[in-house]
């Protein structure tokens, strides 16, 4: 590395420290971001990283560490303060941060993305049930926004068309929905016991029915299903990690609909790892239907 800059130094391990939080926190998106070239990983890992920085804030070491709500609130509006003076100015001295304002400014990633997603990790500081109005704004927030981001992240420095890209922009917002919507159901138990929130408009801890449960995942199948038909108008490394990532998302929706509902109010259901090597597999070979993929009978 002796010809390149102080600058280009810092980038690099800017994008490192991005590229290890992913492999500590997702399994699944990990595994999806590994079929990505070696650019387009390193720019969804920056907005990965960030994203998930933001919600440690929000759900994880701070409050173990015994930081007030308002302590919290604080940290949460000093990191959004440093993104956009990142995104204006180039550097962070905080290597997340500038990893994902780096990849932000080459890709078209402004405010009108950042400040909702940070709207909706706010909301989570005091919120703790949600109206339609309210957690259609959250969703908007915490995960359309992303898959937006991420479509930005897989078009940098390729021809698009405006009506393509509008289909794709569509499709990533209903992926990203389907897989917060997943994520609210799976983690049901832990949502109402431990952080005393209930994502799901009208949805009660000791009235949680079978009726609402297939209700629900109806709404994340439509979501999947919309985001499905925009997958052929992706470049093709792109496709294929979006491809996965929807494959066991789909595995984890049908086995969340095979769990009776007082049983997803005890445990967290998770896809196993030699499941999503089998759906890797099929993916690899071309296979996008959900259908297809392999079930297993047990949770």
Request: net charge neutral; charged share 25%.
């Amino acid at each position: 590395m002796a010809n390149t800059t102080a600058l280009e130094r810092y980038n690099a391990a800017a994008l490192k420290t991005s590229a290890e939080v992913i492999r500590c926190y997702s399994t699944s998106f990990g595994l999806a971001c590994r079929l990505l070239d070696g650019p387009t990983r390193a720019r969804i890992e920056a907005v990965y990283a960030l994203v998930r920085v933001a919600d440690e804030v929000v759900d994880g070491p701070a409050a173990a560490a015994g930081l007030s709500a308002e302590q919290v609130e604080a940290m949460l509006d000093a990191l959004e303060r440093e993104t956009e003076t990142a995104l204006h100015t180039g550097y962070s001295a905080n290597l997340v941060v500038h990893a994902f304002a780096v990849t932000a400014r080459a890709t078209g990633i402004g405010t009108d993305l950042t400040r909702p997603f940070f709207a909706s990790m706010r909301a989570d500081i005091t919120q703790r049930e949600h109206t339609p109005e309210s957690f259609s704004r959250y969703v908007y927030g915490s995960a359309e926004v992303v898959g937006l981001m991420c479509v930005k992240a897989f078009l940098a420095g390729r021809p698009t068309d405006p009506a393509q890209e509008e289909i794709l922009a569509d499709g990533a917002r209903h992926l990203g929905a389907a897989f917060q919507k997943i994520n609210f159901l799976r983690d049901l138990a832990e949502d109402f016991s431990t952080l005393g929130r209930s994502y799901f408009p009208g949805i009660r801890p000791g009235s949680f029915t079978e009726q609402d449960k297939h209700r629900l995942l109806d709404d994340i199948d439509e979501d999947l299903r919309i985001s499905l038909a925009s997958l052929p108008g992706l470049p093709p490394a792109p496709r294929r990690a979006v491809a996965l990532a929807q494959a066991l998302f789909t595995e984890l929706a049908l086995r969340l609909r095979r769990t009776p509902a007082e049983e997803l109010l005890r445990a967290r259901i998770r896809v196993p790892n030699g499941v999503k090597l089998r759906i890797l597999a099929r993916t690899l070979s071309g296979s996008t239907a959900p259908e297809t993929y392999p079930k297993e009978t047990t949770p």
